[in-house]
């Protein structure tokens, strides 16, 4: 038992990792933006996404593990005291790291968010400024809603006899 409890642990560990890791690409994002990189942000933006598929991964781990340790619907600032006594400092220090983490990278994500939005307003007035049509008038860019009973062009038919 104590070896899915270790298990957890480092389960944490790999979520503090990860939420670092997060932080200093939410950084790098800042200073991307600021910079009006484009394509460093794009850059920084896949390496965002590589990311997520390994908190994917985490969760997968954190799924299997909840249900054996008996922790599925523990708040995890409750999970310490389920620990076995002799792991609970260990365990309430990882909990506190995580939690810290967590913390610091909402708060850089936050300012990112924030200039991101501000440069797409930004953007949207300048487009408007051009004599495009403002960002949410219809017209745009995309596939428009089709009148109802149209039918798609000859093209896009398909002679199912063939």
Do not use: C, W
């Not at 017209?139 to 809603?145: A, T």
């Amino acid at each position: 038992m104590d070896e899915l409890y270790r298990s957890y642990l480092n389960f944490l560990r790999s979520m503090t990792r990860g939420l670092e890791s997060l932080a200093g690409l939410n950084e790098k994002k800042l200073a991307a933006v600021q910079q009006d990189d484009l394509m460093g942000l794009n850059e920084l933006l896949n390496q965002e996404q590589a990311q997520a598929l390994n908190f994917r991964g985490l969760e997968l781990t954190r799924d299997k593990l909840l249900p054996q340790l008996g922790l599925t619907g523990v708040p995890l600032t409750k999970v310490p005291g389920r620990f076995p006594p002799a792991m609970q400092e260990e365990a309430r220090e990882a909990v506190e790291t995580l939690l810290s983490r967590y913390e610091a990278y909402r708060q850089i994500a936050g300012k990112t968010r924030t200039l991101l939005e501000q440069n797409l307003h930004e953007v949207d007035g300048i487009i408007v400024q051009l004599g495009g049509p403002p960002a949410a008038a219809p017209g745009g860019p995309g596939y428009g809603r089709e009148p109802e009973g149209s039918a798609p062009p000859p093209s896009m038919k398909t002679d199912f006899r063939a």
